[in-house]
């Protein structure tokens, strides 16, 4: 498991700030910011996912305004974070490869729809048991079905 040093608070006035681990300077940087939380969360799940694409373990702190004073709200813990598995890749182009290339596509797009949706819910560092549940329910949901979870789980990740 990689040791790493203590996330620092942000510089600045306190806002939502997403502080990202950066191994081979072994340093934090900022990753992500704005006042608004959600928009936070979203930047944090895309750049999880480019990150464990690349095969990089991922350290994010997640820091925001509590009282009008700093508050880590999401610190690194000591769960293991090597990368997940990768996502089905290889998205032919439009109407290429015919049916089966049309479902291969399809069940992607369905895919990318149901992360999307739990990274708006603030679900953002997926376990690879995670990443096999979301993979079973994009095989076995049709397209109107996980749209709607979607937007349930990007409601459910609101402001608290």
Do not use: I
Request: net charge negative; charged share 20%.
């Amino acid at each position: 498991m990689p040791k790493h040093p203590p996330c620092p608070t942000p510089p600045g006035a306190p806002r939502w700030v997403a502080m990202f681990h950066q191994p081979a300077q072994d340093s934090w940087t900022v990753g992500a910011e704005s006042p608004d939380r959600a928009p936070v969360l979203f930047a944090v799940g895309d750049m999880t996912q480019t990150v464990r694409a690349r095969g990089e373990e991922v350290s994010v702190a997640l820091w925001g305004p509590e009282n009008g004073t700093w508050h880590l709200f999401d610190a690194p813990t000591a769960r293991d974070t090597t990368p997940a598995p990768a996502a089905p890749t290889g998205t032919p182009a439009a109407g290429a490869g015919g049916p089966a290339k049309l479902v291969e596509r399809m069940t992607g797009r369905r895919h990318q729809v149901l992360l999307a949706g739990l990274s708006r819910a603030g679900l953002y560092d997926l376990s690879a048991e995670d990443g096999e549940a979301v993979r079973a329910m994009a095989e076995l949901l049709d397209e109107p079905t996980v749209r709607r979870m979607a937007h349930w789980l990007s409601v459910a990740g609101g402001e608290r």
